[in-house]
């Protein structure tokens, strides 16, 4: 297992709340990113980081802000949840040249 | 652009039989490829790579994948599948000058039967 960590595993919440997705990795890497994945389905790149204070947009359309102040720590923000945004949120992280990427547990965020 | 095709969404064999889930590729210039495994209520898991040198990469678990220029393929194998193998599979490309363009397959499900 690799040493990148996310919490909380699953999180209920209600229409309109904010809620922060956190995401830590032990591993000195530059690179992070966030994907959201709907069960058993394929992987949306939603934001990615080169590194502290560095954050780009990804493929999908997101709601979603993030931040890089720290290079271990990559959380991802939802102003006002709601129902879409029902989904498997993973965070990831690389070194800078050609490596895999390392993934988190995910967190499963369910928005009533 | 990048891209990926995992032709079957799902794969059924028998355990103790030989398996083989597909992955075609697109991308500009040299391809580095990846394979990763997703268990039920968890991230993905690395699997193997292939960056440069030999075709053939042996990986975590006995799998293995061939890479095949001519026709744009990077097969994910294992010569005798295990219950435990059942899972998501997916195959994911970048081009080799781009660490940010990372393109994943929509998944395998591979199901192992006893």
């Known amino acids: 297992e690799a040493d990148i960590y996310q919490t909380p595993r699953y999180l209920v919440i209600g229409t309109g709340k904010k809620i922060t997705l956190e995401c830590s990795q032990t591993?000195?890497?530059?690179?992070m990113y966030w994907y959201q994945q709907d069960p058993g389905m394929e992987l949306h790149l939603i934001h990615y980081s080169y590194g502290v204070n560095s954050t780009e947009k990804g493929d999908l359309s997101s709601e979603s802000t993030v931040s890089r102040i720290r290079t271990e720590h990559f959380p991802l923000t939802l102003e006002s949840a709601r129902p879409s945004h029902t989904s498997q949120y993973l965070c990831a992280s690389s070194e800078r040249r050609y490596n895999e990427q390392f993934f988190g547990p995910g967190t499963r965020l369910t928005v009533l | 652009a990048q891209s990926v095709a995992q032709p079957e969404d799902q794969v059924n064999v028998a355990e103790g039989n030989p398996l083989t889930v597909k992955c075609t590729y697109s991308v500009s210039g040299n391809p580095y490829l990846f394979w990763y495994v997703q268990y039920p209520n968890r991230g993905l898991q690395f699997l193997l790579k292939y960056i440069t040198g030999d075709n053939l990469v042996k990986g975590s678990y006995g799998f293995e994948a061939e890479f095949n220029k001519s026709q744009t393929s990077f097969h994910l194998k294992k010569p005798s599948a295990l219950v435990s193998d059942s899972a998501l599979y997916f195959c994911?490309?970048?081009?080799?000058?781009?660490?940010?363009?990372?393109?994943f397959g929509a998944g395998t499900r591979l199901t192992v039967k006893p």
């Open positions: 591993m000195g890497h530059d690179k």
């Open positions: 994911a490309v970048r081009p080799s000058y781009n660490n940010n363009d990372m393109r």
